[in-house]
């Protein structure tokens, strides 16, 4: 079974040490976005009006993740920032299991600042995420044209916020604005374009929430 778009997202987020890069809650909500994005991209779900909602003319989806996202989303149609917050919820762990069941990742429990006790998730084998970071090198730095699930990807890692994870020594703004091109850029239906850009719009809304609701509390 390949890989689902969210765990890309994941092998790319999480440093050669195992230890995740950058803001929790940003990744966390742009896993729920990109559990949507690859449901619309599959046919199984689509806008209608403001609403998410199933598709009903494609088969169940093979991963449990996905399956289990889409019998939810089809016992009530929902706005999309609200299905990413509801994706998102748990889904790291059971996305990090599964690549750890598949023999993708191994978990390690370790001592964080020497008091807390911590999981990391070493990579196996460093080539997935090695050919992860070469696709989007290519669509984003070198200018080639992105497939569906490269796209669907770019998408997700800008809003996670992730680019310089993946890019760090490129020029920040030229990143920026590709990423910015690939997002707004027509290469998917337009049915499912306009329910990946209400993903990716849904997932960027539901990371500023997250975020204010962080410093509002702190």
Do not use: C
Request: hydrophobic share 50%; proline share 5%; glycine share 6%.
């Amino acid at each position: 079974m390949a890989l689902l778009i969210a765990q890309e997202l994941l092998l790319v987020a999480y440093r050669e040490d195992g230890t995740a890069h950058g803001k929790g809650t940003e990744l966390d909500m742009a896993l729920g976005g990109a559990l949507l994005v690859e449901l619309a991209l599959s046919g199984n779900v689509e806008l209608a009006e403001k609403d998410v909602v199933a598709a009903g003319q494609r088969p169940v989806p093979a991963h449990p993740e996905l399956a289990a996202a889409l019998t939810a989303i089809a016992t009530k149609p929902r706005r999309p920032k609200s299905w990413v917050q509801r994706l998102a919820k748990g889904a790291r762990r059971r996305l990090l299991d599964d690549l750890v069941a598949r023999n993708v990742l191994t978990e390690e429990g370790y001592r964080r600042l020497g008091v807390l006790p911590a999981r990391r998730y070493p990579a196996v084998d460093p080539g997935p995420r090695q050919a992860i970071e070469a696709r989007l090198r290519a669509v984003v730095i070198d200018g080639a044209d992105p497939d569906e699930r490269t796209a669907a990807l770019a998408s997700m890692l800008a809003a996670a916020g992730l680019e310089r994870r993946v890019f760090p020594r490129d020029d920040r703004k030229l990143v920026k604005r590709r990423l910015k091109e690939i997002a707004e850029g027509d290469w998917a239906a337009a049915a499912v374009r306009k329910a990946i850009r209400a993903a990716h719009a849904a997932t960027m809304a539901a990371v500023s929430a997250a975020n204010s609701a962080a410093a509002s509390g702190s």
